[in-house]
Every structure is written in C-alpha cells, then in structure tokens.
C-alpha cells in the first residue's frame, strides 16, 4: 500500500500535514514520541521490534553527511535510519511534556 | 572434494562432521537477537573446534562447533543460529531458526538445550524473545551478556527474581571477558546428563504475535526483577560526536579507507614477495632433491607454482581480515556504514557494501568473505556479484605486460603521469563503471529491493580483543586455503596435462601439437573477431584458474622468460598481436571472471552453483562483447 519511498516524501508531508509531524521533521537532539507508523505491516514489526513502538520517546542523534541517515536513540540503544524510511514514522502533536512517557 | 558435488542444486548436504560422528552427540543451540554477543559466547564456548558452512540450501551461515566441556562423558555440539528478534517467519534467517528449534532442518537433530543469549544493558527490547523461546518448553539457560557494560554503567537486575518469574535459570555472563561462563559449562553439564528440569514460570507467557503487547510483557518482566536499565554510554556518545562530526566524521572515514587500502595492496607486498620466494626456494629444493622426471615437473611447475600463486594472497586476506575485525568489533563500522551509506545509495546499494568493495581491489576472494557484515540478502548478493569487477591485484601483471608492449608513454603530466599510468588508471575506471552499472542493472531487476528498510544499529564502542580477532583470522584463513585452495589445485593439475599431453617420444610435446595447443586452436575461430590467435587462446583457457596465470602461460608458448617484464615476450607480443587486439585483451581482463578463487568463494557463499554460473556467464559476455567492439574501434582507425 505504501510502498513509494522517495526522499522527497519527508519535505511534501511537511506541506501536506503542518501538525502531525514526521520523525525525519524533529531536529536533532529534541525529543518525540511515536504515534504510530505508516509503512506496510512487515516493514513496521521490523521497526517496531528495534524500539520503534508507538508511545516511545524517540531523540534524533547524529547523522552521516547530509543528515541523511540519521542516528536515533529509541528505547535503550541507538538504530539508523534512512530519511525515506523516518518520514513514515508520526510523531505526535508536540506538547511541552512529550518527555515524560 | 565431497564438498563439491553435493551440493550441486539439491538442497539437502551431509551434515558437518562434528554432527555425523555422534550420533548421540548432546545438541546445544544457542539463539539470541542480532549484536547480543551470541558469536563471541559460541568462539568463547568452543575455541577453535568450530566449522562455518551454510545452512542446506541457503545462504544463511551455519557455525557448529564442539563445547569444551570438563567433563567429557558426552561430547556437547553447539549450533550458532544466525540473529533473530522474533520466530515469525518473515526472513529467512527467522526461517532456518524455527526449522531447527523444531528440528526441521535436515542434519541438525532438534537441539536437546538451549542457550538464549541477551544483551542486558538492553533488557526491556531484548526480553522479548525470551516468550517464544521459553514456550519451546526445551531446558534453557537465560544468558544475560555485557554485564560489565551494565554494572560499569550503574545498571542492575536481580538475576534469582527473574529465574523465577521466568521459571529458567539466568546466568550474568561476559562474553569477552570470559565472566560468568563457568555456568553456561555447568548447565550444559547438567542438560547432558540429563538431570535439568525447567520450573513453570511465574508469569504467562504471551501469545507471539502482538509486538506492544510482548514488549510490555517484557518490561513487567524486567520490573519485577528489579531490572535498572544503565546510564547512557558516555564514551560512545563522545566518540560519536567525533567519529560522526559533519566535517570530521567523513576525514577520519577517509584516513581509514585510505589506510585499509594502502595496507593491503602495498604493506602486504613485502609479506607477499617474502612468501613468493619462500616458494619458490621451496621449489629450487625439490628439484636438487629430485631427479628431472614428469613427476618432478607437475610437482614443481604444476603444483608447486600454481598452488603457490594463491597461498601468495593469504597476507593480503589476513591484513583485510585484521582490519574488518578491528572496524567492526570496535563499532566503528556501523559509523563507516553510515557514512558511506548516501554514496552507495546512488548505485543501489547501502552503506555496508563499502568497505568489501574497496577490499575488492585487493583480492575478491576476501572481499566476497567480508560481505558477511551485511545483513540484507539481496544488498550482499549484489555487492558479491559485482566484487569481481574491482581490478584486483592479480589483473596487474597482465595489465603491465600489455601497456609496456603496446602503449607509448608520451607524457601527459609532465614526466609524473604519461600515456601508459594513463591507461592503467582507464582500466582500473573501467572495472569501477562495470561495477556500478551492474550494480545499478541488479537492482533494478532481479535483486529489486526487498520490502526490508535500511536500518543499521549503532553498536556502542568497544576494545576489540585479541582473542576474537585471532580466532577470526585464523577461521578465515582455514576457508580461504582449504576451499579455493583445492579448485586451483585441480584446475592447475588439468592444465598441466593439457600441456603435456600427447607424449612425443617419451617427450612432453611442443605446445602446439599439445592438448592445450588443440584447444587453442579449437577456440580460435570463437576469439578471431576480438583480435587474438590461438596462442592467446590458449592463455586464456588457462587463465581461467588465475588472471595472472596468462602471463606464464604467454611465456612458456613464445619460449621466453615468464615474467612481466620480460623483453622477450613483450617483442614476441609486438609481433604476434595487432594495437587492436592488445587493447581488447586489456578490456577483456577487465570484465572476464578469470578466476577459479573467486569463483568457488561465490559458491561456498552463496550456497549453490546457481548464481557463480549466472555471475560467470554476465561477465564472460560482457567482456567479450567489449573486446569484440574495443578491436572494431581500435582497427577502423578512428583513433589514429
């Protein structure tokens, strides 16, 4: 269903949904949590199986040149991700408290 | 060479020794989830007495090895499965771990034990296996391992609470640094004899397939086991800002690649020349000790010289492997993965294909070993099938004998660069646009990315030990000389009777009226178009055992030294081969797979024939196809 990963995906969602923001869209260093993931079920128990559950708090870390891909620190460890693969993850509407969970 | 044919398309093999000898044998298994420490506990647990093949039919690997147990009543026979979060049957690495928990996997026996293996500076995530697996109602040891990274990092878990919430026992292990590993010895000890018995678990296992559900499961698990996840690894995160610094991060990347590269093309040259004259004085014995008879002949110019010229490559396979296991038991290739991964992306591939390729313009046999690191099928099959295009250092010598014969060095640099660096450099650019254009084909087509995202862990770093490094080095070497090793052999002994063959007189015949001379003649009208005689032909034939084996063969026809630098042969060339025909032998050798190493690593690695044929047909073409064109163009004279 939503097999089209293209680099730009990230940027258009940035357009199209100005609230719900992608974990590609969080800045280095800030934290979000996970509201849920929007890739095929198979590629989502892969990702959820590394940390990527929704309801965790996940921070961007430090990223190849380019910021592309990006290191984020999710549930314990660290995992990379490409930013194809990140603007497929929702964030949840930001509030100050995002910490806390 | 049992090996060989049984594994020419069917699926199921013999079994690895160490599992047919006994019978009885007590079958360990040990699983645990990918970067757990699974393989450094098994090369912990076994020492050497391990051996790598493929899972039958696969191309998953399978290390089975023998534990080194006190007391040896039984011999204990440890299986490594490959890396798993789950037993849901998605990959086939999944696969083969449920075919042989269940005992489905022909020549493994169902495991009678098992060692679950866990990272517990990770507890939360990695728990989670731990319900499918306790279902398996098999004995099974909990193995919480980098207990020292939990304790230096101020973590902590009540391992008594959580055997019983669990209902197996838990064991505090570091892998390497050998703590703990009394007690995975003592409950093996106890599963063979037979005397473990599993306590039901306090908790309810839960049903596999809900993934938030396990992991909450997981953390009330780890909950009531007092489980405090430890601190964040200050030293990681240091070096990472470093390591993975906008301008920084891509230098240091650069200064290693160059330095890998530089250490194994030039640092192992005097290892190699050192080794190369060991050989050969090896050779000057035999003949003081021999007297001149065919059987000294195949011994010292067949054997000898052909089998030499791969044992020659093993300080290059060494080196590569030194290096490999320094970058990834440090942690730092994850961050060259991730650094390399956007460059790679470009061609189809991902970050991890990087440093094998690079390896590739050494030698592509270590180059296809080093492939291992990646993860994603389809992304190693491809960096394993266009491996070969890298120019590797036995291209050299045929490489140099053609240009110094052939190409005027006018300078075009000054006196520092001139028409022959030039060429030299085309070609190694040549195999480079092979490479990728490949590459490109592969993935557009039949290795069309599968559904699995690129998602690389970040190890944190770490000292990489001695030992690991040791046992790695000597594993590689093992499969490096006893599986390419026995093909050269064969492929040279063949040649060699070729070339000396029919007897004249009781005389090895000239090599014309030989049975190599015959297939050269025979395959003449096949290579007439790109430019080359029958006395090429017949280099060609041989150098299918190595690529540099033509520049002997080449001699021993044209009666002149074997050597690349050898005016004889050069003039001799001159003579016999038009500017067209020389230039297509070059772009011939740049895209043919003339090379029986590579061959057989590719098979061994891919777990069958089926894709070192495709690899070898595609080549074999290509090159041809571009020789065919290079004497066209060359010979209509656009260039003069």
Redesign the interface.
Known sequence: MM?Q?SVNNGHVAAFNAPFARTLAQLPEGEAGVLDRLD??D??A???????F???HTIVP??????G??R?Y?V????????R??ASHLILRPSKPSGKTL | MSECHDCAGCAVAEPPPSLQKGARAHVVAIIGPPNSGKSTLFNRLTGLRQKVANFPGVTVEQRVGKARMHHKERDVVLVDLPGVYSLSPRSEDEQVTRDVLAGAMPGIPKPDALLLILDCTNLGRHLVLAAPILSLKLPTLVILNMADDLRSRGGDVNTAELASELGAPVALVSASKGEGVEKVFQFMEGTAAGSTTMTAPRVELPILQNIPQCRKWAHDVGSSAAYRAPAPPIWTRRLDSVFLHPIFGPLIFLIVVAGVFQTIFSGAKPMMDGLQALIVQFGHVIEHILPPSIFRSLLVDGILSGVGAVIVFLPQILLLFLFIGILEDSGYLARAALIADRTMAKFGLQGKSFIPLISAYACAVPAIMATRTIENKRDRLATILIAPFMTCSARLPVYTLIIAAFIVDRPIIGHFFGMQAAALLGLYVLGFVAAIATARLLKSSILKSERVPFVLEMPPYRWPTLRSLGLRLVDRSKVFLRRAGTVILLVIIVLWVLENLPMKNGKPPEIADSFAGMIGHAVEPVIKPLGFNWKIGIGLVSSIAAREVIVGTLGTIYHSEGTEDSVGLRKALQSDLTPGGAVALLVFFAFAMQCMSTIAVVRRETGGWKWPAIQFTYMTFLAYLCALITNEVVRSGIFT
């Open positions: 097999l990963m890739l095929p198979d590629i128990r892969r990702l959820m199986e590394l940390g559950l929704p309801g870390a430090r990223s190849a040149p380019g592309n891909p290191v620190r549930d314990g460890s660290e995992v990379a991700l490409r194809e693969t």
